[in-house]
């Protein structure tokens, strides 16, 4: 059996700490809330809330639009749905998206680590969204939903990271705000770190092992200091 000493002894190991983006280093949800309701004017429904919109989120936007005219009951096409989202959020990428409180000073903090970034969010999203928050300057590699053939919680993007940089899956750690995250590290074979400031409610993290509050407290573990 695995034990907290166990655990502890192995993210010492950490050479590597891999973050996602949407709800664990940057608040998009409001820039995806509004992208989401001018894609599904046309279909008359009732605007999804910010709240309905994080729980939405975390699969890739096609996944999105499926599970979102599953529960509004509505028969449309997901690629004319996904096309009206990507033209707009596009447009609108960072109106009010921001890094999460403690986000930039930790990452900066953290300078003695080589970091990653591995969103299902698509690639050209995610790449602008880190260069127009001036937050790609603190990673080696910028993975997106369509980087490689599978998404999280398929361990294949973390593997494509851990492979390009040359590290050892036990030398890793994966920080992220949902059950994909914390599911994509464990087949991966590396340590896991469940944030709950982010768009999944700790519920969803319970398999996670870490859990922090706040994006500061990766310091405070006391885990992955150099």
């Given amino acids: 059996m695995t034990t907290l000493s166990d655990i ?5 190991k950490t050479k590597l700490i891999i973050f996602d983006l949407d709800g664990t280093l940057v608040d998009t949800s409001v820039d995806i809330c509004n992208a989401i309701n001018y894609a599904v004017e046309p279909l008359n429904v009732q605007p999804v809330s910010i709240e309905e919109t994080k729980f939405l989120v ?17 028969n449309s096409s997901c690629v004319e749905l996904v096309e009206r989202f990507s033209e707009y959020y596009s447009a609108h990428l960072i109106d009010f998206s921001v890094p999460y409180a403690g986000a930039v000073e930790t990452l900066e903090s953290l300078s003695g680590f080589r970091k990653a970034v591995v969103s299902n969010k698509r690639e050209s999203f995610t790449l602008r969204i880190m260069n127009e928050l001036n937050l790609s300057r603190f990673f080696e590699v910028i993975v997106g939903g369509d980087t490689v053939s599978s998404k999280k ?7 494509y990271v851990l492979s390009k940089l040359r590290i050892l899956p036990d030398e890793a750690v994966i920080v992220g705000d949902s059950n994909y995250d914390i599911d994509a590290g ?4 590396m340590g ?23 994006i500061v407290e990766l310091n405070s573990l006391g885990l992955l200091t150099k």
Avoid: C, H, W
């Fill in 8 to 12: 502890r002894k192995a993210m010492l």
């Fill in 192 to 214: 896991t770190v469940g944030v709950t400031y982010g768009f999944r409610s700790i519920d969803y993290l319970q398999d996670a092992d870490f859990i922090i509050d706040s």
């Fill in 153 to 159: 919680p398929s361990p294949e993007p973390l593997n």
């Fill in 186 to 189: 464990k087949d991966a074979g």
């Fill in 58 to 74: 975390g699969e890739g936007i096609t996944k999105l639009f499926e599970k979102l005219l599953l529960q509004k009951n509505k």
